[in-house]
Structures are given as C-alpha cells and as structure tokens.
C-alpha cells in the first residue's frame, strides 16, 4: 500500500545527503506544515528533533529518521476490530457527505465476510432516497442482506428493524449508514441519541458497538475539523480513512490522533470492494519519516 507518495518522497529528498543544520532543521518545518501536520505538532517535532538530534549526537539521516518516528509514534494508534463470533456486533459508520461512508461500508461487508463473519447492512441514511438505492445495489453485488425503509422514515426505526432481523438470522455485524447532514452538532447529537437508544435497549453488548467516522484524506485540515465536531457530539471509538490512493500527504492523521486520541481503523485506497485495509502503523510511520519499504 503506497501512502502519500509525494509527501514521502519529499521528505526523503530533503533528508539524502543533507548536512544537518539550521537551513536543514527550516526546511524540514516547511515541508512539515505543507504536509498538513500544522503549525503546532510540527513545531513540538522540530524542537524535540533538535534537541534530541544534539544530546544523542545524531549523525547521519537514519537516525534523525529515527528521532523522528519516536517522536510521532504516541500519535498513532491502529485499532481495527473483529466481531465476536456468535454474538451481534454493530458498526455505526458516521461523516459528513461525501466522504466515503457508504462505499466503505460496502468494502467493509466484504473484508468482514471474508473473515467469516455474518454481515448485514441498514440503510440508516434515510435522507436522501438515492443513498438507500447506492446501498442497496452494494448488497445485491455482495450477496449480502440489508434492511431498509422508505425515504424520510426514522433511522432509529431501520437499526431497530435491522436488530431484530440479524437476531433472527443470527447476523454477527451490522454495518449502519447514516445521513451526512447530522453533521450539524445539535442534529447529530439528537439523531445518535435515538439510535444509542435502540441499540442499548435491544441487547447489543455495549462493547460491542463502535462508532467510526469516515474521514476523506485529501480534504487534509478539514478532516481534522470534522473529527473534532463529531467527536464533541458523540465518543467516536475509531476512524476510518477514504482515498488514500489520492492522497497528497498524511500529517492531518497524525493531528487527528493528537488531539483526539483518536485510533485509526481503516485505509480505503481505491474503487473497487477490495480496497480497504486494517491501518498499519508502522508502515504510516515508515512512509512519513521517509523510511524506504522493504
Ligand atoms: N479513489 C477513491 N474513491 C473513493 C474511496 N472511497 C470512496 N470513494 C469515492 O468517493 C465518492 C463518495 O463516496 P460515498 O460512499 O458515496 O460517500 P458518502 O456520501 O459518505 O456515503 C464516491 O465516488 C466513491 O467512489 C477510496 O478509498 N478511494
Ligand atoms: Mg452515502
């Protein structure tokens, strides 16, 4: 999986064959504050770099690379979780339009079926009638049931629905979708209360229901904005990350796990039901120090 590449590379220039000094250290905070890392987190890197660069005599660009990756490492956390089997799960998957929620809850059933796990969706975006037809043709592709209602009715009312039909045909996940307008925070709260409500009273083990939010990796400061407004609203367990393959640059995630604490689930990285992958810190880390893959 190829993260950011030009961000990568960037920071691989800047860091082959370089003398390490002062030039070096400005240059390194300017492809830091481009790379979305904002102004802050990379001021706190380049401080702790110097000084840590200076105390432990670091030489060459390997062990500035090395500086650095411990530096980052808190930030990032990888969290991809894995229905009990035998018991009801259920996924609310959360984010503002167009991100990418639907699409990955597509590729989502299919990298839980293939793990062996029952899957079934609620179309719970009931706002507009063509999101309920988009999930609806992902589940005849993927053979996979889903419960749906009119345009309009009451998303609490499908996830009830859907809860009583996983029981009955001892479904291990439900994957919900949800409208992108709640993310207006009154609605969002009003709208996330309900459906807790359902889902607290109709038996789901509360460790067994997570919300995510969907966030777009090319929208950069954006995605960190709406993290933080969705999170204020409702304790998200987890992100999951859309359009990696397009993706320019990382460092909002490293933002969104700062001041969140927020763990990363997901990486999707292109069109097809495939292409989602449990987020791999190491590898994150590795492309954003500029650290070759093996
Ligand atoms: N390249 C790419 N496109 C994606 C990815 N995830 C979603 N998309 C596209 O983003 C657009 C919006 O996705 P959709 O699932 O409808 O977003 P929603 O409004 O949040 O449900 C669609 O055109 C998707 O094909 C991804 O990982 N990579
Ligand atoms: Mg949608």
């Known amino acids: 999986m190829a993260f950011f590449k030009a961000f990568t590379n960037k920071i691989r220039d800047l860091f082959s064959g370089r003398k390490i000094d002062e030039a070096f250290f400005e240059e390194l905070e300017d492809t830091l504050i481009e790379g979305d890392l904002g102004a802050r987190l990379t001021d706190e890197i380049v401080t702790k770099l110097r ?22 490492s808190p930030y990032v956390k990888e969290y991809c979780p894995m229905p009990e089997k035998g018991e009801l799960s259920v996924y609310l998957i959360l984010g503002v339009n167009g991100v990418g929620k639907t699409t990955s809850i597509a590729k989502m059933a299919q990298y839980y079926t293939d793990n062996g796990r029952k899957v079934l969706l609620a179309a719970a975006d009931t706002f ?15 053979g996979i049931r889903i419960v749906k209602q009119r345009t ?22 439900i994957l919900a979708d949800t409208a992108g307008r709640m993310h207006n925070k009154e609605n969002l709260m009003k709208e996330l209360q309900k459906i807790d409500k359902v889902i607290n009273s109709r038996g789901v083990k509360p460790e067994n229901y997570r919300k995510f939010i969907v966030i777009d ?25 859309t359009k990696y393959d397009s993706a320019a640059k990382g460092g909002a995630l490293v933002q969104i796990g700062q001041q969140l604490s927020l763990p990363i689930a997901f990486v999707g990285t292109g ?24």
Do not use: C
């Open 128 to 142: 507009r009638a063509a999101a309920v037809d988009q999930l609806d043709i992902h589940a005849e592709r993927l």
């Open 271 to 294: 069109e097809t039901y495939r292409d989602i992958h449990p987020f791999d810190k190491e590898e994150f880390l590795n492309a954003l120090v500029g650290i070759k893959e093996k």
């Open 51 to 72: 000084d840590e660069a200076r105390s432990e005599r670091a030489k060459t660009i390997e062990d500035l690379q090395r500086i650095m990756k411990n530096i980052l």
């Open 217 to 241: 990796s090319t929208t950069g400061q954006n995605g960190l904005s709406q993290a933080l407004l969705f999170n204020q609203a409702v304790k998200l367990d987890g992100v999951i990350l």
């Open 152 to 173: 309009g009715s009451d998303p609490g009312a499908v996830i009830y629905d859907a809860i009583t039909s996983a029981t009955a045909q001892k479904d291990e996940l």
